[in-house]
T-cell receptor
Framework: GIQVEQSPPDLILQEGANSTLRCNFS?????LQWFHQNPWGQLINLFY???GTKQNGRLSATTVATERYSLLYISSSQTTDSGVYFC???????????FGTGTRLKVLA | GAGVSQSPSNKVTEKGKDVELRCDPI?????LYWYRQSLGQGLEFLIY????????KSGLPSDRFSAERTGGSVSTLTIQRTQQEDSAVYLC????????????FGEGSWLTVV
């Protein structure tokens, strides 16, 4: 089955810093989404982004499907950005999202 | 409802007992997903429903696990003869259509088997 790897696995930032999180996948995908899991375990959808670039406030994401990767950019990080970031991909025709290994982010005040 | 609702939020059960976990998706959402997340780990796909049909049950870990969805709405995940390794958070999600739509997660059901 499709493999989804995220990097870095762990990241510590000082408040105000910028960061880039990466998601690599091993096969063609139809769809890709990014999620943030807060310290209380709630998963929040950040972007539905099978291709191209999207921005939402301090967050933006880019997916280059032909090269099998997606990037999530966090600018001017805040302590509330702490948690785990997951990408999830739907391999063509499978009707299920496979989640990546996650990036655990801690933002220090 | 306003969001995906799961119950119970917490369940402690004795090894060998059966448990039922319930998911009430966002109104009008036809796609429903179940995932499992063990402590500190990623999300493991269990099953996907489109309407009342489950095209892919390949993620169910064993025949002790089953799921159903009735009326294209509420879904129940049943674990029979629970084992300690079943302890995890069970997460339900829904989306408006098939996989091309944004997925919304519930808060999960925390299961502890003692």
């Amino acid at each position: 089955g499709i493999q989804v790897e995220q990097s870095p696995p762990d990241l510590i930032l000082q408040e105000g810093a910028n960061s880039t999180l990466r998601c690599n996948f091993s096969d063609s995908v139809n769809n890709l989404q990014w999620f943030h899991q807060n310290p209380w375990g709630q998963l929040i959808n950040l972007f539905y982004i099978p291709s191209g670039t999207k921005q939402n406030g301090r967050l933006s994401a880019t997916t280059v499907a032909t090269e099998r990767y997606s990037l999530l950019y966090i600018s001017s990080s805040q302590t509330t950005d702490s948690g785990v970031y997951f990408c999830a991909v739907e391999a063509s025709g499978t009707y299920k999202y496979i989640f990546g290994t996650g990036t655990r982010l801690k933002v220090l005040a | 409802g306003a969001g995906v609702s799961q119950s119970p939020s917490n369940k402690v059960t004795e090894k060998g007992k059966d448990v039922e976990l319930r998911c009430d998706p966002i109104s009008g959402h036809t796609a429903l997903y179940w995932y499992r997340q063990s402590l500190g780990q990623g999300l493991e796909f269990l099953i996907y429903f489109q309407g009342n049909s489950a095209p892919d049950k390949s993620g169910l870990p064993s025949d002790r696990f089953s799921a159903e969805r009735t009326g294209g709405s509420v879904s129940t995940l049943t674990i029979q003869r629970t084992q300690q390794e079943d302890s995890a958070v069970y997460l339900c999600a829904s989306s408006l259509g098939q996989v091309t739509n944004t997925i919304y997660f519930g808060e999960g059901s925390w299961l502890t088997v003692v």
